[in-house]
């Protein structure tokens, strides 16, 4: 005889776990409205796959660089099937990442600079600790 096998089930601690993050986060992300909070059945909330998959969404956006509240919003456009704000809000951060990533490769110069100017001069205030206001 075959038996159906059940969902698959996982507690608070399973759900973090699967998704590598901590209770925590699972509570943090569930008071901002990312993550719902099932039911309590016999004294335990349960979640399902359908959890992991958001939780993991929520991170992998995160590493993107999107904020929560994009995060939010780009689960919405997922429960509305609109492709093109969603892709607007992509293209819009991505052009923050750009920029952000341009203001890091003029400080990466600017300290390479400093470093420079440092090794060079053996006497005098240090270029680098001058630069700063020491």
């Known amino acids: 005889m ?9 507690t608070i601690g399973k759900l973090a776990a699967a ?3 901590g209770v925590e986060t699972i509570r943090f992300y ?3 409205g990312l993550l719902s909070t ?4 016999e004294g335990v909330r349960r979640y399902g796959p359908d959890d992991v998959r ?3 969404f929520i991170k992998h956006a995160q590493m993107a660089g999107f904020t929560l509240e994009e995060i939010g919003e780009l689960l919405a456009l997922d429960a ?5 704000a969603a892709r607007d809000l992509a293209k819009k951060r991505l052009e923050q990442l ?3 990533i341009a203001e890091l490769r003029r400080a990466q110069e600017a300290l390479q600079r400093l470093i420079a100017e440092c090794a060079e001069g053996k006497t005098g205030p240090c270029p680098i600790l001058a630069s700063f206001g020491v």
């Open 2 to 10: 075959v038996r159906s096998q059940a969902p698959q089930e996982f």
């Open 30 to 32: 569930q008071r901002r």
């Open 54 to 56: 958001r939780l993991r």
């Open 98 to 100: 750009d920029t952000r």
């Open 38 to 41: 099932p039911k309590r059945s």
């Open 19 to 21: 998704g590598g993050v």
């Open 80 to 84: 509305g099937d609109n492709r093109s």
